[in-house]
């Protein structure tokens, strides 16, 4: 883990319980939380929060889309979080040969398991998409993304749609995992590109999964495997408290 540059760490201590419910009552709270924190209502609006189930989670976010916005929207400098680029010799290596031997691991409950090159992901429909990230740290910015939407390609490499999650491993040793219903909500995008662009390092080239339903933890960058489970996989921050629904 320790490969991962997180800006978060220092804040995990203080905020891990947080973290919890943070996700679930949203980033904006975020700004004054350290004061907020030691209020008594407010740690027993935390403690409800954290009661609340996944069912209860799914039922009261439902599948509602994101808003997607305008190019004037755009935040002009879209901030880097985590990892800027995976410090592994896979990845350098990857690098020197321009992503040429990159695959995109698919196993676990799909029709059989794949391997898929850059090349393979950029033939398949792209769709292009405008919406805002938000972060448990409490800044939100603005991107326009463009990729294979999810759903399209969880049904082409033969996923058991009926399996209960998705899970992803990244370069960098990241990973996190979502619900069936996440992966295939119409605006789940398999993200190749930023802002017009071949997605650069820093935003998880070659592979993000870009979610505006979810916050910026549960979208991984720089994804190596896909997985199908009936077994819940976690996630690097949610298993340190921060929450695994993590939206809507
Ligand atoms: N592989 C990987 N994915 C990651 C992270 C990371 O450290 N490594 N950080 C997460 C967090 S907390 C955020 S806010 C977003 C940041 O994405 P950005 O750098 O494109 O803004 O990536 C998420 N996905
Ligand atoms: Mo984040």
Redesign the pocket.
Known sequence: MSR???P?RKLVGRRKFLGLSMAGLGATLLGGCDRLSEAPQFLELLGSAEGLTYRMQRLLGGNALAREFSVADLSPD???????A?DTPEYAAFQETGFANWRLRIDGLVAKPLDLSLADLRAMPQRTQITR?D???GWS?I?KWGGVPFSYFLKRVGADLGAKYVGFK???D?H?SIDMATALHPQTNLALTYDGQVLPA???YPV?LRMPTK?????????RAIYVTNTYPGG??EDQGYNWFGGS
């Open positions: 991962i540059l997180l978060t879209f901030k880097v979080n985590g990892t800027h995976p990230h972060c448990v740290e910015a991107g990244c370069d960098d990241y996190t820093k935003y998880g993000k916050l910026g933890h549960k979208n991984p960058k720089h994804i690097y921050w």
